[in-house]
């Protein structure tokens, strides 16, 4: 796709920028339907209807119109708060999630960037998050923002660790950072998806993945950075307007991301899972989007069935149980992958 | 490190000045979850609680001040509703069963069946309410949802008897306001039946989840003499492994007439005393209160409940004290009667006022976390603590 | 025990402190003791074997006209199943009274609410506030001859 803008426009800074620009055009409509669905999906579990009336079909519209809320509220900032950091704070956040999609294939045909190290870059720019959160805690004047702020880096900071270490594992077995690589390692069959291959222990990797992204996006049973009932809201207590509605972009965004992330490597990426049956550079698109829908509902369910853990259970989970386990699960496939050469 | 800071802090009621390390934090009036207006000021050292002072009064409605200027012993009752107002049938009764002693009046027994079973259904609501309101507070949102679905049910046959959902003003001194409807039976009979599963799916979804057993197991543990000494009532003390509940030790009303168990706390997935038991008491309790509603459903006599409603009160100078059981604790009533048609003096002692005053000490050396726990557990009414 | 042997236990080990009992009769069988003896009296309440009163149900103050207040103690024996009041009454112009906090902790927070609404000052008492009404409130509103202040920080009161 870059090569037929850059013969198109034959100027290549502004093909870059143009493609810097795709992936929010994903982001903002998911971001738009997932808002939405949460809270469809909350209250069907909990037995009661959810949204009803804006836009007529259940309830469509309404995100529609909490963005146009949004937009029109009073932009809030705390007299005693660091305008600058204040202010900043809700960009990082969000540019920390959005560089993710820079390298993650949504086809075989489309990938913002095809870097050899995809996958390390990934890793590496989604910890800005971090910087965008302290700000954020920080630069409020508000010794609950500040509480929200410290346990969430705490929190996202070690679980990077099982993340980085579980994704490793796949990349042992394929030999390359790269994420087309992987996915295209992964064609043929429903079976040659990674997350049922080197059996158990990629499944395992795979699981532990999942529970280490949950602890990422500050998702239940991990939100304790945005604890509702103890921080009032955390990080983000302060924000208003459209630096809280980006501060939200920016967590679906993310959730997307770390989504997209488990399919491409465990569950197959955009090939289809008939194998050469309904595949296809937009039939890709189609089924890398759908798995990840799936992984985004599994997130919601897990939120509004369980409960929320304490900040040192969490960090003992992290500590004491992912990262072992996955310590062990490289072991085990290291071992694995030298005895089949 | 330990060095105190150049210009001291004091705190009142803290009794030393803040060290460097030290921060004063507030879960102000409002927060999500403190349960009504109630002021915890937080010394924590990180995430350590060091102190904890809770400052109350946010919700003071002057109630034993106005029940001195009423006219009338009866216009006491709405007042007294609106102090606990989640368990509003409970306050009425304590209220009622307190001037009838006072006055000597034996009220008909369709009346104390009523009494009961309004009361026992007012159980099962406001202990829905706590554990709903707990797993919130824990974090788990669904329960709340379903916790508040069936409590919707019995104010449903509350707002068929009285006209009222939360503020009922219907157990009168001597009878009630209003008679039953014609199905009361019938709708309390299937309530019974199809609740008592219901019981299974919270189980099922909170009570023993590892989540909220790591959360609340060995958290805020309160030994059977502390509580005692501190003079706790209700789930809290029953939570601490004491069996003590006056419908069964110090009996008012026809309770005696019930054959019902009294749960206790004993340390099953923690130790004795901790968060979980007091949790638990609760979600065992309605399964008593359960059997209660089904024996005095099958029992209620006929007869007239406003028969035995005096046309004037105006007791002889005398006092009496008089406790009951609500679904916080114990709530005592001390009338004191001069001989006019209006109290003297009416002291209220409400359990949450009481129970609260343990939660410094149960809190000192927990999480912020863990506070949040121990106060959901404990389960306070910020207008029963402040009337 | 009876209400009568409890009167009777009290008369002869503080000779002196028990001012008046009132237990046949009444519906609340209580014992009138002198304000300098209450804690004492308390303690041996608490602590003696046949009496174990190891519960203060409740402590309220009464405003009785006249230029006395008093405060009511309520105790219960959850050991032996019997129960006693005791009374306190106090000049209003100086209402002193021994505090019972470290006796039973419930008195703790009762005994401030007898401070903030009456005005009594309990001797030994830790941390003696307001508890129900702001720090900076003027009167005890409690009493019979209370009168509301016109104005709160600017705002006016009665209405």
Known sequence: MKD???????????????????????ILPFALFAVWWERKVAAHMQDRLGP??????????????????????????????????????????????????????????????????????????????????????WASNNKWSLFGAMRSAAQVVSYEIPIA???????????????????????????????????????????????????????????????????????????????????????????????????????????????????????????VISKSLGFIFLQMWLRWTLPRLRVDQLMYVGWKVLIPFSFAIILGVGLWVMMAT | MEAAIEKPVTIPGFGRPLRSHEMVINMGPQHPSTHGVLRLELVVDGEVVIDMIPHIGYLHRCFEKHAEHMTNYQQVIPYCDRMDYIAAMSNDLGYAVACEKLLNIKVPERVEYIRVIMAELQRIASHLLAIGTYGMDIGAFTPFLYCFRDRERILDIYEETCGARLLYNYIWIGGLSHDVPSDFQTKVGDFCRYFRPQIKELNNLLTYNKIFIERTANVG?????????????????????????????????????????????????????????????????IGQSLNILEQAIAAIPAGNVQSAIPKRIRPDASEVYVRTETPKGELGYYIVADGTTSPYRVKVRPPTFVNLSILPAMSRGAMIADVIAILGSIDIVLGEVDR | MIPQEICETLKEKFPGAVLETKTEGVLNPCVKVAPDRVRDICLFLRDEETMAFDSLMCLSGVDYTGGKLGVVYHLDSMKRNHKITIKVEIDAANPRCQSVESVWKTANWHEREAYDLFGILFDGHSDLRRILLPDDWEGFPLRKDYTVAEYYHGMKVPY
Not at chain 1, 4 to 26: G, H, Q
Request: glycine share 8%; aromatic share 16%.
């Open chain 1, 165 to 287: 270490l579980s994704l490793l594992t796949v990349v042992m077995v394929v030999g390359s950072f790269d994420l087309q690589e992987i996915t295209k390692a992964q064609s043929g069959s429903l079976l040659n998806w990674f997350v049922f291959q080197k059996f158990p222990l990629l499944f395992i990797a795979a699981i532990i993945y999942f529970v280490a992204s949950l602890a990422e996006v500050n998702r239940t049973p991990f939100d304790i950075p945005e604890a509702e009932s103890e921080l009032v809201a955390g990080y983000h207590t302060e924000y208003a307007g459209m630096k809280f509605a980006l501060f939200f972009l920016s967590e679906y965004a993310n959730m997307f991301a770390v989504s997209m992330i488990a399919v491409i490597i465990f569950f197959g990426g955009w090939n289809s899972p008939f194998g050469d049956f309904v595949s296809g550079p937009f039939w890709g698109a189609f089924w």
């Open chain 1, 4 to 26: 037929v803008l850059i013969e198109l426009l034959r100027n290549e800074p502004l093909v870059y920028t143009l493609m810097a620009f795709v992936p929010l055009l994903w």
């Open chain 1, 52 to 137: 009803m009336r804006t836009g007529g079909w259940h309830g469509w519209a309404q995100t529609i119109a909490d963005i146009l809320k949004l937009i029109q509220k009073e932009d809030v900032v705390p007299s005693a708060a660091d305008r600058m950091l204040f202010t900043l704070a809700p960009f990082v956040v969000f540019i920390g999630a959005y560089a993710a999609y820079a390298a993650l294939p949504f086809s075989a045909a489309y990938v913002g960037a095809g870097i050899h190290i995809g996958l390390f870059y990934i890793i590496a720019v989604s910890s800005l998050v971090v910087i965008g959160l302290l700000m954020a805690g």
């Open chain 2, 221 to 285: 543990v309160l030994p059977a003499d502390v509580a005692v000494n501190y003079g706790a009532s209700g789930p809290v003390l029953r939570g601490s492994g004491v069996k003590w509940d006056l419908r069964k030790n110090d009996p008012y009303s026809i309770y005696d007439r019930f054959e019902f168990d009294i749960p206790t706390g004993k340390g099953e997935v923690g130790s004795v005393g901790d968060c979980w038991d007091r949790y638990i008491v609760r979600v065992r309790e």
